[in-house]
């Protein structure tokens, strides 16, 4: 099946420093790559969808400069958590849309845990 | 306020038995729902889905059944397997092509030996 990779896994950053996220489709091309965030006993929350070249379209609330998406190419999209602050501290999950699908399915990355001190 | 609500934060049920999981919705617009599983510390891995012009799909162990006019759906597993347990997702979406998924908050499945 297809598989979806983040890296890091985890990560454990200063207040103000800033955290780059990179999510990757290792066996097929991505046109849509979605970011979502958790928190603790808490649904999936949609931060923002990107398309490979094109700006990323965020959702209410969500500061585009303080979480930078960039879509770079069909396998790869990062997403750049700017000056962190402890209430950024959360599982950010990746999923990719395949380029060629029947379905409008979604690949999910093993998840991101930033906790910021 | 929710859009997809999944009323039961935990179930629990012994291994063998049937597992029913259940979704509401709000939005009538919504026509494409899926489910995901979730195990800790990983993101969700695609279960099944179901089309509003179906009511019901079939996979394997895994059975969903759609509801509209009740805006409701369910998830059964028969039978249940310790492996099962989980956080399992109901997402939904207005548009069968497009970009947003709504999820509900989830319920943790414990399959007891």
């Known amino acids: 099946g297809a598989v979806v990779s983040q890296h890091p896994s985890w990560v454990i950053c200063k207040s103000g420093t800033s955290v780059k996220i990179e999510c990757r489709s290792l066996?097929?091309?991505?046109?849509?790559m979605f970011w979502y965030r958790q928190f603790p006993k808490q649904s999936l929350m949609l931060m923002a969808t990107s398309n490979e070249g094109s700006k990323a379209t965020y959702e209410q609330g969500v500061e585009k400069d303080k979480f930078l998406i960039n879509h770079a190419s069909l396998t790869l999209s990062t997403l750049t958590v700017t000056s962190a602050h402890p209430e950024d501290s959360s599982f950010y999950i990746c999923?990719?849309?395949?380029?060629?699908?029947?379905?409008?399915?979604?690949?999910f990355g093993p998840g991101t845990r930033l906790t910021v001190l | 306020d929710q859009q997809v609500k999944q009323n039961s934060p935990s179930l629990s049920v012994q291994e063998g038995r049937i597992s029913i999981l259940n979704c509401d919705y709000t939005?009538?617009?919504?026509?494409?729902f899926l489910w995901y599983k979730k195990y800790p510390a990983e993101g969700p891995t695609f279960l099944i889905s179901?089309?509003?012009?179906?009511d019901k799909n079939e996979d394997g162990r895994f059975t969903v059944f759609l509801n509209k006019s009740a805006k409701h759906l369910s998830l059964h597993i028969v039978p249940s397997q310790p492996g099962d347990s989980a956080v399992y997702f109901c997402?939904?979406?207005?548009?069968?092509?497009?970009?947003?998924?709504?999820f509900g908050p989830g319920t943790r499945l414990s399959v007891l030996p």
């Open positions: 066996d097929f091309q991505a046109t849509t």
């Open positions: 179901i089309s509003s012009i179906k």
């Open positions: 997402a939904a979406s207005a548009d069968h092509y497009g970009q947003n998924f709504v």
């Open positions: 939005n009538s617009m919504f026509d494409y």
């Open positions: 999923s990719a849309r395949p380029r060629v699908r029947t379905y409008n399915e979604q690949f």
